[in-house]
DNA sequence: AGCGCCATGTGAACAGTGTTAACATCAAGC
DNA sequence: GCTTGATGTTAACACTGTTCACATGGCGCT
């Protein structure tokens, strides 16, 4: 029985690499590949997102990611849940304030420094294809009562307690805290993604940005204030 | 010299329409393109957006769509300059108020009616690729030297006329008109992006959207005033 | 030990894509 | 008339996402 072209399959590159692993390997080819796909689609933009690439780059054929993604939207989505954690390791970081205020304040920094520096990332979460790949990502005020808690809700809840504290404070009047803080998500959102859409390019450079986006959250906090 | 299968380019379905049009014929194939590209783009959405499928609703071969456009990029590009001016007419039955803070207010109207009432053209316009597709297109604040005004200057432009008129009548403190013109633009801007892309689905239907949206730039006013 | 299981990989194939090239057609102008 | 140029055609190329039948090799079981 001949069978001739077949070729049997050698492992080719990825072989040497994996060598005692089996089981959900510590190897973790998902690993690589939700990586992989990160800087493809940094480099490439969501247009030209390509799956072969992908597998390409990390050294394993196109079928091959079908073992560990449903497909090509499902490995974005993935690598956007990863995103989002990068998300919210920025927005912490205004925890360190001392005041309700400065934690608010330095929260909206943070927002804007994490879409500045990962502009790709933050149109990839917040500005592109919500409703086919983000399907239940980003940030939502939607209430989800089953399954796990995801980093994309912690996020929001995040903000709301800031608003919440200067609510208690007595620095924002507000009846509906959640209602308020979505106020600011869009105020911030509207500046982040019309300047990375090089909307905004008038207003100068990061710098003058940034202090024309501390000038306006300072204008909208002004009005929430009774 | 036979040359045999050569079946001689027979116009199949587009001859019939075509009867005595040759140079920028008014039938033209272009606007039908046009059209119909805004048709996929609005039922499959960018990512699924195909050029062969362009050209096949329209009755003609995918290699004639390059006899119009440069591809499919700027197939999508000139769609969304026609996308621009419907929005357009929009903004503009704003200019039937009668006070400066009423036009101003039924512009934020038109801008939220616009967005709801034609979401995928929002998103093709104002969320999408901004620097793949779009590379000159929405509202920029970059000062545009040469070239054609596009419809795209104007609105913008028109947002400006209306945040002047505001401060003319002192119910906006200002110093720069297009700073405070931007702060507007992306506090709506914000809050519709957001809606269209299911992350406010907890305020509520439409209308209590709608309110919320009111009360939302109510706020953002009266920080501005003074 | 042997055994089979099963997660993980493979290459080949399919349908569909954007794009280009060579060729046909036909109104219009010299 | 003949050439020209805009507009169309088909055929091909190099991609893409996805599915299929098949290989491989650790793991746990008897």
Same mark, same amino acid.
């Given at each position: 029985m001949a069978l001739v072209t077949r070729p049997s399959a050698r492992p080719a590159l990825k072989a040497q690499a994996r060598v005692g692993v089996h089981q959900r390997g510590l190897d973790d080819t998902r690993a690589e590949l939700l990586g992989a796909a990160r800087d493809v689609f940094l480099e490439a933009g969501a247009a030209r997102f390509s799956l072969r690439e992908v597998a390409r780059r990390v050294g394993v054929s196109a079928a091959a990611v079908y073992r560990h993604f449903d497909g090509k939207e499902a490995l974005l989505f993935a690598a956007c849940t990863q995103g989002f954690q990068v998300f919210s390791s920025y927005l912490v970081r205004a925890l360190s304030e001392a005041t309700p205020l400065a934690r608010l304040l330095a929260m909206s920094e943070q927002y804007r420094r994490f879409g500045l520096e990962n502009p790709q990332d933050y149109r990839f979460i917040f500005m592109s294809l919500a409703d086919e790949v983000n399907e239940v990502s980003a940030m939502s005020l939607t209430v989800r009562l089953a399954g796990p808690p995801l980093p994309q809700? =912690?996020? &929001? +809840? &995040? +903000?709301? @307690? $800031?608003? $919440? /504290?200067?609510? @208690? =404070?007595? %620095?924002? *009047?507000? #009846?509906?805290?959640?209602?308020? =803080?979505?106020?600011?998500? =869009?105020?911030?959102?509207?500046?982040?993604? %019309?300047?990375?859409? #090089?909307? +905004? /390019?008038?207003?100068? @450079?990061?710098? *003058? &940005?940034?202090? &024309?986006?501390?000038?306006?959250?300072? @204008? %909208?906090? $002004?009005? +929430?204030? $009774?």
């Open positions: 809700d =912690a996020t &929001f +809840l &995040f +903000l709301v @307690d $800031r608003v $919440r /504290e200067c609510v @208690d =404070a007595e %620095l924002i *009047a507000s #009846k509906d805290v959640q209602t308020t =803080a979505v106020q600011v998500w =869009a105020h911030v959102h509207g500046l982040v993604s %019309l300047r990375l859409s #090089k909307h +905004l /390019e008038g207003v100068g @450079d990061e710098d *003058a &940005f940034a202090n &024309f986006y501390r000038a306006s959250v300072a @204008d %909208l906090l $002004r009005g +929430l204030a $009774r």
